[in-house]
């Protein structure tokens, strides 16, 4: 048997435990999660379990997508460079197109400030029946949003912006969050836990690197400067949000195809748990496809 025979092999039984890494409640911290963890596999069983749930996911989304009556959004945050883009591309590949739908959220048009700071992510969820992942999200507002202060150059009224401001957004976010879950939502919210070491070593790669260097912004070594402002932003935000129906998965993140076999894991599994069905004809209309079934093999 070939190297990539028996790898496939095995992702038929191998399946990631999960559990560790899904937040329901306050009571977590950032460095209880290893950035390098990766449960003992090797890469090779990684990619091939990768493979195996891009296969099955597939198949549940045809079955979401015909069933039209639920959604699934899926989250995704975390510091520069730790591998949102590469996540999205390579777990969401072997999906169906017309049911899935990507949207970044980049910093806001003076259209988007013109609004409350939910008007451009209420307009991106999905339909009932698709798949919406989000590239950055809401929680921009409550974590880069506060860490520069930049709700003091927005178009809020003064009494909007007292000290309970951040306190009132988090309570926002997850009553929003709720109302999603109960209008038939499925929510995941992943963040990706990288070390700064490691992004070091990306932010070089794509300076030494030609065809990564579009990819390389000055801004990302301003932003590197706030790394432990940022994580306690995160842990809080993940803290104060993280609920049983809208729980965050915090996916070590230093080996990229461990946290893309973690991430198709958890979307798998919440797939089968939605367990969308095929919808069922009823007599008549099976009795009009044995009509139609007749009409066509006269039709010669």
């Given at each position: 048997m070939?190297?990539?025979?028996?790898?496939?092999k095995?992702?038929?039984?191998?399946?990631?435990?999960t559990?560790?890494?899904?937040v329901?409640?306050?009571?977590?911290?950032?460095?209880?999660?290893?950035?390098?963890?990766k449960?003992?596999?090797?890469?090779?069983?990684?990619?091939a379990?990768?493979?195996?749930?891009?296969?099955?996911?597939?198949?549940w989304?045809?079955?979401?997508?015909?069933?039209?009556?639920?959604?699934?959004?899926?989250?995704f945050?975390?510091?520069?460079?730790?591998?949102?883009?590469?996540?999205?591309?390579?777990?969401?590949?072997?999906?169906?197109?017309?049911?899935?739908?990507?949207?970044?959220?980049?910093?806001p048009?003076?259209?988007?400030?013109?609004?409350?700071?939910?008007w451009?992510?209420?307009?991106?969820?999905?339909?009932?029946?698709?798949?919406?992942?989000?590239?950055?999200?809401?929680?921009?507002?409550?974590i880069?949003?506060?860490?520069h202060?930049?709700?003091?150059?927005?178009?809020?009224?003064?009494?909007?912006i007292?000290k309970?401001?951040?306190?009132?957004?988090?309570?926002?976010?997850?009553?929003?969050?709720?109302?999603l879950?109960?209008?038939?939502?499925?929510?995941?919210?992943?963040?990706?836990?990288?070390?700064?070491?490691?992004?070091?070593?990306?932010?070089?790669?794509?300076?030494e690197?030609?065809?990564?260097?579009?990819?390389?912004?000055?801004g990302?070594?301003?932003?590197?400067?706030?790394?432990?402002?940022?994580?306690?932003?995160?842990?809080?935000a993940?803290?104060?949000?993280a609920?049983k129906?809208?729980p965050?998965i915090?996916?070590?993140?230093?080996?990229?195809?461990?946290?893309?076999?973690?991430?198709?894991?958890v979307?798998?599994?919440?797939?089968?748990?939605?367990?969308?069905?095929?919808?069922?004809?009823?007599?008549?209309?099976?009795?009009?496809?044995?009509?139609?079934?007749?009409?066509?093999?006269?039709?010669?």
């Amino acid at each position: 048997m070939s190297e990539n025979a028996e790898n496939e092999k095995k992702a038929k039984v191998i399946r990631i435990k999960t559990k560790p890494y899904i937040v329901t409640s306050g009571a977590f911290h950032l460095k209880d999660i290893d950035t390098r963890d990766k449960q003992g596999l090797k890469k090779e069983d990684g990619k091939a379990l990768l493979r195996r749930n891009r296969e099955q996911m597939f198949e549940w989304q045809e079955k979401l997508y015909a069933e039209n009556r639920q959604s699934l959004l899926i989250v995704f945050q975390a510091m520069d460079a730790a591998g949102k883009d590469g996540c999205i591309k390579h777990v969401m590949r072997g999906l169906n197109p017309q049911g899935t739908h990507v949207t970044a959220f980049k910093q806001p048009s003076s259209e988007e400030l013109d609004h409350d700071y939910m008007w451009r992510i209420n307009r991106a969820l999905p339909r009932r029946g698709e798949i919406g992942i989000f590239n950055r999200s809401h929680y921009e507002e409550v974590i880069v949003t506060q860490l520069h202060n930049l709700i003091a150059d927005q178009q809020y009224p003064e009494d909007v912006i007292d000290k309970h401001v951040w306190e009132n957004r988090y309570s926002q976010i997850r009553n929003w969050e709720e109302y999603l879950v109960e209008q038939g939502y499925h929510i995941l919210k992943f963040f990706l836990h990288i070390s700064k070491d490691e992004q070091r070593e990306r932010l070089l790669d794509r300076i030494e690197e030609e065809d990564k260097n579009w990819k390389f912004s000055a801004g990302d070594l301003a932003e590197r400067e706030h790394w432990d402002e940022y994580q306690s932003l995160y842990q809080e935000a993940i803290r104060e949000t993280a609920t049983k129906n809208a729980p965050w998965i915090v996916v070590p993140a230093d080996r990229k195809w461990f946290a893309r076999a973690v991430v198709s894991q958890v979307v798998l599994e919440t797939l089968e748990d939605m367990n969308p069905k095929m919808p069922e004809l009823s007599k008549e209309e099976i009795r009009e496809l044995d009509h139609w079934r007749e009409v066509l093999n006269n039709d010669k």
